[in-house]
T-cell receptor
Framework: DTAVSQTPKYLVTQMGNDKSIKCEQN?????MYWYKQDSKKFLKIMFS???????INETVPNRFSPKSPDKAHLNLHINSLELGDSAVYFC?????????????FGPGTRLTVL | QKEVEQNSGPLSVPEGAIASLNCTYS??????FFWYRQYSGKSPELIMS????GDQEDGRFTAQLNKASQYVSLLIRDSQPSDSATYLC??????????FGDGTTLTVKP
């Protein structure tokens, strides 16, 4: 049973295209996240949703738009893709109410913009 | 100054030795501290969490926290080649936002 799943695992696309990455968790968590990990392996938070409400929105271009249709899903849509968007995008989830904030990560989506 | 800083790697230790990974953080209000392990091409996975000063042990892993010094460390005893990975320190002030360090790459040589 996959706890946090993402699709697709790999995404290769041309500059200027629009693409989406989907994330689902079956852990019953109330908080979900999107992280970007660049080629230097630095993991940086982009967005966080708690009970479908946006609670963290770091300095991210507005070409990136998260959408949370319900607590178990957090999708990421990217408009007008640029070369610098190439990275691995990780979805994660946690139970905020537990006060421990342990995060469980999905397998990642490797985005390559040509 | 970065919010979370880890000792620069890479770190190489022989099999059976103790590997010591260090992390300092700038926010004195930080409440929760985590060590994640990330194998190449894989996602981060939690190996240790610590919330109060002192040591926390789990098998070969010991996390140490000193809030006065704003310092958290991870010791890996009897290091194995399978411990070779990048270790990420994460610090949380408020639930919902963790700040990660840049990671330290550990290589355990047989």
């Amino acid at each position: 049973d996959t706890a946090v799943s993402q699709t697709p695992k790999y995404l290769v696309t041309q500059m200027g295209n629009d693409k989406s990455i989907k994330c689902e968790q079956n852990l019953g968590h109330d908080t979900m996240y999107w992280y970007k990990q660049d080629s230097k392996k630095f993991l940086k938070i982009m967005f966080s949703y708690n009970n479908k409400e946006l609670i963290i929105n770091e300095t991210v271009p507005n070409r990136f738009s998260p959408k949370s249709p319900d607590k178990a899903h957090l999708n990421l849509h990217i408009n007008s893709l640029e070369l610098g968007d190439s990275a691995v995008y990780f979805c994660a989830s946690s139970h905020r109410g537990s006060n421990t904030d342990t995060q469980y990560f999905g397998p990642g989506t490797r985005l390559t913009v040509l | 100054q970065k919010e979370v800083e880890q000792n620069s790697g890479p770190l190489s230790v022989p099999e059976g030795a103790i590997a010591s990974l260090n992390c300092t953080y700038s926010d004195r209000g930080s409440q929760s501290f985590f060590w994640y392990r990330q194998y190449s091409g894989k996602s981060p996975e939690l190996i240790m969490s610590i919330y109060s000063n002192g040591d926390q042990e789990d098998g070969r892993f010991t996390a140490q926290l000193n809030k006065a010094s704003q310092y958290v460390s991870l010791l890996i005893r009897d290091s194995q080649p399978s411990d070779s990975a990048t270790y990420l320190c994460a610090v949380t002030r408020n639930a919902g936002k963790s700040t990660f360090g840049d990671g330290t790459t550990l290589t355990v040589k047989p």
